[in-house]
């Protein structure tokens, strides 16, 4: 980055289109055109909107599918089934974790008695 800003500094190629740019911007009067031309538009925009009223039948239609999704959202939540499946799921998830901790004490239980198995045996084992 510090090589490229350094081979800048020195030709001095962004100043150099910066100022280009700009020149022609002045000969054509770009800038100018594009600002009228978004005006122009802009105000179309707002005629057509006026004229047709796209903007308040938007609105009354998202508002209206946003009333609907809170309509679902309160029927899934207050559901019998969805509150049952909740409940089986996490009656599930609790068993699989009791399963799991059994299965660690278990575990630990065989790994101590394995162990005391062959430090009886051979006591250099444990060093």
């Not at 980055?1 to 020195?10: C, G, I, Q």
């Not at 802009?42 to 308040?56: F, H, I, T, W, Y």
């Amino acid at each position: 980055m510090n090589k490229a800003k350094a081979f800048d500094e020195k030709h001095q190629l962004r100043a150099t289109a910066s100022a280009r740019v700009i020149s022609f911007d002045r000969r054509v009067g770009l800038t100018e055109k594009l600002t009228v031309g978004i005006s122009v538009v802009n105000e179309k925009v707002k005629s057509v909107d006026q004229r047709l009223q796209v903007s308040d039948k938007t609105m009354a239609a998202v508002m209206a599918a946003e009333r609907k999704l809170n309509d679902t959202g309160s029927a899934v939540k207050s559901s019998r089934y969805v509150n049952a499946g909740a409940a089986w799921l996490n009656g599930a998830f609790t068993k699989v974790a009791k399963a799991g901790q059994v299965a660690g004490t278990k575990t630990r239980e065989k790994w101590s008695f394995a162990l005391s198995n062959l430090t009886a045996k051979d006591p250099s084992i444990v060093a």
